[in-house]
């Protein structure tokens, strides 16, 4: 039979993420380090929440932006990061999935140029090429910092529509610093393009936080991206969101509207209670994921790992470029042989071949068993 399908999406593949996830369930045994899924329950308050609004029959469809009380409080929780969007400026999505698709359909004309990271979450990627835009790749530095003469040449050269930023990253773990924030600034209020700032991970920043949306004048060019799938460890609740100044939230409006109308109700008001009495749990999580973050650096370091610190997030992204293998080939061979999953570097792009993406969202003594068994297969290559 033909090709039935667009030539847009037939130019996107599943994520790599996840195919690799599905080849662990094939090796019995295998341990998993490979997805960003928390591993905390649902904090209580915001279970209670849900189901209250299931008893007070809160079953109805919202305001196509979200309910009024989860976008107040979304715009006071970015007043306690220096961020500033007013509830009509805030649209609440189906995840952080949902408001980049909606961003994304809202910009972008076929042929269009967006300027995405490499390594970066896979999506950015994925969403360009089904509107039939051009991804233009900017490298980074080497510990994942970014790398500002490559993002100049690319904008004065490419002319892009769009800029993505990712921090803090999936799947470096890097943060932005104020000095690149700073830089940023004074690079990108010279240039006309708009940029996506996805700050997924805002909760999850061991030093002290900065985000482009800080800066005033930027404000009118910046689409944040936020969600609490990370934060509030609900993932399946499938509750996101997007900030832009009016004009801006007004387009990306059409998109979502027709798209999901709006967001399962009962998990927009397990939301708003989280915000109100859940962010105790939410540092709770944090102090959590830290120590795995130091217990996984300095595990990876003394096995003789070459691995930059992470800052945010729950990713570490060491480099495997010294055991002479694709990351796809170290990553199927460590798990038939070594029975542990982890994600090929290649499956964030270009720029992550030659690494590997382990995730700390799983407990200590997942950790320890699977680094156990990483340490053990590495000495069997004989390489050490
Ligand atoms: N942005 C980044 C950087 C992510 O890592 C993820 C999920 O892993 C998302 C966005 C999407 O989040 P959600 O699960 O809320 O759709």
């Not at 899924?37 to 649902?42: E, K, R």
Request: with cysteine; charged share 25%; proline share 4%.
């Amino acid at each position: 039979m033909d090709n039935i399908f667009s030539n847009n999406v037939n130019n996107v593949e599943i994520s790599g993420i996840r195919k690799f996830f599905n080849k662990v369930t094939k090796v019995p045994g295998a341990i998993s380090l490979t997805l960003g899924q928390p591993d905390f329950p649902v904090p209580k308050n915001i279970k209670n929440a849900m189901i209250r609004a299931i008893n007070d029959n809160k079953t109805k469809y919202t305001a196509n932006a979200g309910i009024p009380e989860l976008r107040n409080e979304i715009s006071e929780f970015l007043k306690s990061m220096d961020i500033r969007y007013s509830a009509d400026e805030i649209t609440v999505t189906v995840g952080g999935s949902e408001a980049l698709l909606c961003i994304f359909a809202a910009f972008l004309n076929a042929g269009d140029k967006v300027l995405i990271p490499t390594p970066a979450y896979p999506a950015y990627e994925s969403c360009v090429k089904i509107f039939g835009a051009e991804v233009v790749n900017y490298n980074l530095n080497k510990d994942f910092t970014i790398n500002f003469e490559s993002i100049i040449k690319l904008i004065d050269e490419e002319n892009p529509k769009l800029l993505v930023m990712s921090h803090p990253s999936n799947p470096t773990g890097a943060i932005l610093s104020l000095e690149e924030r700073d830089k940023l600034f004074i690079i990108l209020k010279e240039k006309d393009i708009y940029i996506i700032s996805d700050e997924m991970y805002s909760s999850l920043c061991y030093e002290k936080y900065y985000s482009l949306a800080q800066i005033d004048e930027l404000r009118n060019r910046v689409i944040l991206v936020g969600g609490f799938s990370k934060m509030f460890s609900m993932t399946g609740l499938r509750v996101g969101y997007v900030c832009a100044s009016k004009y801006i939230t007004d387009n990306i409006m059409k998109v979502h509207q027709y798209n999901v109308s709006c967001v399962t109700s009962i998990s927009q008001w397990g939301a708003y209670e989280g915000l109100r009495s859940s962010m105790g749990d939410v540092n709770d999580m944090k102090v959590e994921f830290e120590m795995r973050k130091e217990y996984v650096y300095k595990r990876l370091k003394k096995i003789g790992m070459d691995v930059a610190l992470p800052k945010g997030a729950f990713y570490i992204f060491p480099s495997i470029a010294r055991f002479s293998m694709s990351s796809e080939e170290f990553c199927n061979r460590l798990l038939n042989e070594g029975k542990v999953a982890v994600v090929p570097g290649s499956a964030f792009g270009t720029g992550g071949e030659g690494f590997v993406r382990i995730s700390y969202s799983y407990s200590l003594e997942v950790l320890k068993e699977g680094l156990d068994r990483m340490e053990k297969w590495l000495k069997s290559l004989n390489l050490a």
